[in-house]
């Protein structure tokens, strides 16, 4: 371990991490390490991830934002919500207007 203190730390979500991993280690030359090269310009801005495939040319680059310092941490991908219960009130103009249709 080294004996001097860090620069900075980073944390991030680790199942997006474990994704971007396991996507990398699929993407590689079949006999060669996957590996994946990461860029960090400082511990507020995104994480840079790149591979390439030696074989296809193909390459990879991925970002990663790391999780705020000020926790505790929530999702900030997009999550589903419940919708809220529609009022009984609407629930009771649905019910007629749908057994009795409307004249035009």
């Not at 997006?16 to 993407?27: D, M, N, P």
């Not at 310092?69 to 919500?81: F, L």
């Not at 009130?89 to 019910?95: G, I, N, W």
Request: with cysteine.
């Amino acid at each position: 371990m080294p004996k001097t203190p860090c620069k900075f730390e980073i944390s991030v979500n680790a199942e997006l991490l474990q994704q971007i991993a396991k996507y990398v280690s699929q993407f590689k030359a079949d006999d060669t390490v996957p590996a994946l090269r990461m860029q960090f310009w400082d511990k507020n801005r995104a994480i840079r991830f790149d591979a390439e495939n030696k074989e296809t040319g193909q390459g990879f680059t991925g970002l990663l934002m790391p999780l705020r310092d000020d926790g505790p941490y929530k999702a900030c991908y997009p999550t589903v919500q419940e919708p809220e219960p529609m009022p009984e009130a609407a629930k009771q103009v649905m019910a007629v207007t749908e057994s009795e249709p409307i004249a035009a």
